[in-house]
């Protein structure tokens, strides 16, 4: 116990730092988890929140059937799991690429610039995103439309061909966060001790070299944390990107459906807040279970770079 209350005392600054991110966690991540109670309710308001939940009808599983016996669930779950594959993959490789390629620019001023104009659409809505992607795709006015019928092709009608929208989906999400994956991999890189480099230098390594062999592995920890967070998330997928992005057009939804919008759009249409709930429970039970397989396998592994 007094060396709890040493450690405590030695490390009072630190803990101190950490009181916001806890506060956070706590109002926005485990006190709303009281709310999973609703995913087994036929949820009717009555009133106030507490005064609904009492006397809102228990169900048991039933909310759940609207996930898995709906003639969607194959093809929801598919979506969102292929493309959530693809973005996985896509997002280690392309950050991990351009952050070695930063790093070896001599010219830092333009690394700056590079580095901050990737990164300025992770900060821009989907919403956003979807208008200006349509000044592109307009099926009328579309600059690419436009380009197409200077060379004597036919217009496409981008928002009623699913064909083409796996493709835009994913370059557009790599689009947006190929910046904030680069910046997280090229500050891990910036703390890499520059000895190594040196030396490697002196051995006469090459840059695909030295960033095989010293830069990849010591990126190791990073990438390891990356994916297992990523693959927690593997039954989520971003709302505005396959909701926003498409327009909303039913011709796209074998293509752009995914878990997400349709319960956003069961929900709309029946108005079921118990369904949405038990929606979002499946997701984070199902993020759970992989995080903890994920992370039992890299444990086997490499059990030094294992979350726990």
């Known amino acids: 116990m007094k060396e709890r209350i040493k450690r405590l005392k030695a490390n009072k600054e630190l803990l101190l730092l950490t009181i916001p991110g806890t ?45 898995f016996q709906s003639s969607d669930a194959w093809l929801i779950t598919k979506n ?60 009328d006015k579309g600059y690419i ?18 064909k083409y929208w796996p493709f835009i989906i994913i370059f557009m999400s790599q689009w947006k966060a ?6 997280v991999y090229l500050a891990s890189i910036c703390g890499i001790d520059k000895s190594y480099y040196e030396a490697a230098m002196i051995d006469g390594a090459s840059k695909w070299q030295q960033a095989k062999y010293i ?3 010591l990126l190791k920890p990073v ?19 396959f909701y926003q992005l498409p327009k909303n057009s039913g011709a796209l939804y074998p293509v752009t459906n995914v878990i997400d919008t349709y319960v956003y759009r069961g929900l709309m249409n029946l108005g079921d807040i118990g369904m949405s709930s038990a ?3 499946y997701q984070s039970f199902v993020g759970l279970i992989l995080i903890l397989v994920t992370n039992g396998i890299v444990r086997k592994v490499d059990s030094e770079n294992a979350f726990f």
């Not at 956070?24 to 036929?42: N, S, T």
């Not at 997002?91 to 930063?102: K, N, S």
């Not at 190929?178 to 910046?183: D, L, Q």
């Open 23 to 67: 506060l956070w966690f706590l109002a926005f991540a485990y006190l709303p988890m009281f709310g999973v109670v609703i995913a087994f309710k036929k949820w009717r308001i009555h009133g106030g929140f507490f005064e609904s939940l009492i006397k809102s009808e228990n169900v048991g599983f039933d909310n759940f059937k609207f996930l």
């Open 80 to 139: 969102t799991i292929l493309y959530n594959l693809v973005f996985i993959i896509m997002g280690i490789v392309i950050p991990v690429t351009l952050a070695i390629l930063l790093n070896e620019l001599l010219n830092k001023k333009a690394a700056k610039i590079y580095q901050s104009s990737m990164f300025l659409p992770y900060f821009l809505s989907w919403v956003v995103v979807s208008y200006c992607l349509y000044a592109f795709l307009s099926p």
């Open 145 to 162: 439309n436009g380009v197409l019928q200077s060379m004597g092709i036919d217009k496409v009608s981008w928002y009623t061909e699913p």
């Open 178 to 183: 190929v910046g904030y994956g680069t910046v």
């Open 215 to 217: 830069t990849i592995p």
């Open 223 to 241: 990438l390891i944390i990356m994916f297992i967070t990523a693959v927690g998330g593997m039954f989520k997928s971003d709302f505005g990107l």
């Open 279 to 281: 929606a979002g429970l």
